[in-house]
């Protein structure tokens, strides 16, 4: 090959790129850009927790198995992580806008579907092309941020960016338990059909698109496949691995494929050239420590949340409604923080923040691994307070670090990077803090079933019962008598409240790890470039 690979270029952006006019009126407006992705961007966020809240009314309505149930969660999951990437590739190819408003206009169309479906069949269709879609929308809007504001106003709009994600996922619960029980469950998903139309109609006038001169102009169909298969075959052993068990060969053998394919995936993108992700990328410390960073914080916080919303509901007996504004401190927390988070990395660089927000996060994982069946709601709105105050400075930092030490022509994939990095950490979360749940109710139920001097269980009745005590729910039936029910209750709770603590201890132990990454960050080298590329 006579010219030069993309992978070998100095991702840098060219020396003395001018600096952009001041927007006038309302195309390429940057607040108002921000305005206009973020209603967008809601959306997706929202439809990450929101959803949860409707499955039992769904798997009523539409006569669904538990296995039909949870496939209307991990289908959205797995289609939006294996196509983050590659979604945001196609931006930098095609722009930012038109991919955004794409996936605006078919994520708000498969919604209103879902609304329209009679079958769990077509349910679970349309949630995959809401991944599909959410993956053109996510990285998207980032790469209108980073085109859009210049470098000293970039980490502040980053901040609100990052506050519209967080209040959405955790403000999903909320207005989901109102819909459900005062609407139906189809409102969960005709809500975003309006929401739509205005991102839409917002995104039309106000959106501009700006594309690096060194824009990509070819696709690595083969990368493409080679790092959606790897995706999946990840995703999908995190997400079945509880149930087929962490040693089984089917868990062993997707795991097996999916670092096998991501192996010849680095090798595969040597010899393109115009690679789907230039493996210099990651030669940049920041922007691979940024990615680490991004995995770890989401392993701590969903991992953790995970389980909080168990406790507050099946240990409280709280409602839907009731849970989700326990989780207030958190939510109001991360709205207050991140664009202060922003002005304060903007000022003196995203290294202190970002190890300061993680010490704040390991420290609020440790609280919460004291919480016990009677804490009160004021010693949980501490540590989810602190929580949110300590995710919102990495929320906004690590985003910085990846989009910011990546070229202006790549900051779709970088983009898509964070995303993704989000994504799998998320399911790594879930799934290890589920595993440690299991082991813990596993050796300690039967122990604390006798000590409670309750009726001796066959081991198909211990079985299911550890299943129950894993989500925090007692294994009591109709005809057990109320004395024995709050017996069992009581061991139920104890037992559940003793993993979840294990769980918080390794979470908080993950986000020691995820603050000494942190160490590693600095300020985005390519962040000038940002809103001085070339604008068509």
């Not at 009677?374 to 990846?402: C, D, K, Q, Y």
Request: net charge neutral; with cysteine.
């Amino acid at each position: 090959m006579t010219s030069q690979t993309t992978a070998e270029k100095p991702l840098r952006e060219p020396q003395g790129a001018p600096a952009p006019a001041p927007a006038k009126g309302l195309r390429g407006h940057p607040w108002l850009t921000l305005f206009s992705v973020a209603i967008g961007v809601m959306m997706v966020a929202l439809d990450g927790t929101i959803v949860a809240i409707a499955n039992p009314a769904i798997q009523q309505d539409l006569n669904a198995s538990l296995a039909d149930v949870q496939w209307i969660t991990n289908g959205y999951m797995l289609a939006l992580a294996v196509s983050l990437i590659t979604a945001g590739k196609l931006g930098d190819r095609f722009g930012h806008r038109q991919t955004f408003l794409i996936g605006v206009v078919g994520f708000a169309a498969a919604s209103g579907a879902i609304g329209f479906s009679s079958s769990v069949a077509l349910v679970i269709a349309f949630r995959v092309l809401q991944g599909l879609f959410g993956a053109l929308l996510m990285p998207a809007a980032l790469g209108l941020l980073r085109a859009t504001f210049p470098a000293e106003k970039l980490n502040m709009a980053i901040g609100i960016w990052g506050m519209v994600i967080g209040a959405s996922t955790a403000g999903g619960p909320i207005l989901g338990g109102v819909l459900v029980e005062h609407v139906s469950w189809q409102s969960v998903f005709f809500i975003n059909v309006p929401v739509g139309v205005i991102a839409l109609l917002l995104g039309a006038v106000i959106l501009k698109d700006h594309r690096a001169e060194n824009a990509p102009r070819s696709f690595d169909i083969g990368g493409i496949v080679l790092l959606s298969q790897a995706m999946f075959c990840l995703i999908w052993a995190l997400i079945k691995g509880a149930e087929w068990g962490w040693g089984d060969y089917k868990t062993l053998g997707f795991l097996g494929a999916a670092v096998a394919l991501f192996v010849v995936f680095a090798f595969s993108q040597k010899n393109v050239r115009e690679p789907l992700i230039p493996l210099a990328m990651f030669r940049s410390v920041p922007l691979s420590a940024g990615a680490v960073l991004m995995v770890l914080m989401a392993f701590a916080f969903m991992g953790g949340l995970f389980f909080v919303t168990f406790y507050l509901q099946n240990v409280h007996g709280l409602s839907p409604v009731d849970s989700g504004l326990h989780l207030l401190p958190l939510t109001g927390m991360m709205i207050v923080a991140s664009p202060l988070a922003g002005a304060m990395i903007t000022k003196f660089g995203p290294r202190v923040p970002l190890v300061g927000g993680m010490v704040c996060t390991a420290v609020a994982m440790f609280g919460m691994s004291q919480l016990e069946i009677g804490t009160s709601t004021l010693t949980m709105s501490i540590w989810f307070g602190l929580l949110g105050l300590g995710l919102a400075p990495v929320m906004v930092g690590a985003t910085e670090v990846i989009v910011g030490n990546a070229p202006m022509e790549l900051s779709g994939v970088a983009g898509g990077l964070q995303q993704a990095a989000m994504q799998v950490g998320g399911s790594l979360g879930t799934a290890v803090l589920g595993a440690v749940m299991a082991s813990q109710v596993d050796s300690k139920l039967a122990d604390n079933w006798t000590a409670a001097k309750l009726p001796p269980l066959t081991p198909e009745q211990l079985d299911a019962a550890s299943s129950a005590v894993e989500v925090g729910v007692p294994p009591v039936d109709g005809n057990t008598p109320p004395e024995v029910a709050a017996q069992i209750a009581g061991v139920a709770h104890d037992t559940f409240v003793s993993g979840m603590s294990t769980a918080f201890m390794v979470a908080g132990i993950v986000a020691v790890v995820a603050a000494m990454v942190a160490t590693l960050t600095k300020r985005g080298a390519n962040a000038e470039a940002g809103a001085g590329a070339g604008h068509i």
